[in-house]
């Protein structure tokens, strides 16, 4: 069993900066990429930022310049540090990430429970 586990959600005000954590846990063989998406009240989920084991990073536009996402991966971890935050980036961010649980698995997605981040004006 795999378990991503977030952390680091909260209520910041605009301007602000906020860093979420993410770990994944368990029967784990291999992680290819880890990223974060996010999804606000009546909106799709969207990407915000995903790094490969490669750590070639891809981050959305509306990111770019303010958010940073890092990996360990020794650790199984992966951050998301979130500057200049506004009320536009107000939603749950939850944790991806593609895994081999053994040697000849599927690499299949797993997704923490989401985290609440909420930009006050």
């Known amino acids: 069993q795999v378990q991503l586990v977030e952390s680091g959600g909260g209520l910041v005000q605009a301007g602000g900066s906020l860093t979420l954590s993410c770990a994944a846990s368990g029967s784990i063989f291999s992680i290819n990429a880890m990223g974060w998406y996010r999804q606000a009240p009546g909106n799709q989920r969207e990407l915000v930022a995903t790094i490969t084991s490669s750590s070639s990073t891809t981050y959305a536009d509306s990111v770019k310049g303010r958010f940073t996402i890092s990996r360990d991966r020794a650790k199984n971890t992966v951050n998301l540090q979130m500057n200049s935050l506004t009320p536009e980036d107000t939603a749950v961010y939850s944790c991806?990430?593609?895994?081999?649980?053994?040697?000849?698995?599927?690499?299949?997605?797993?997704w923490g429970q989401g985290t609440q981040v909420t930009v006050s004006s």
């Open positions: 991806n990430a593609q895994l081999r649980r053994f040697l000849g698995d599927a690499r299949r997605d797993y």
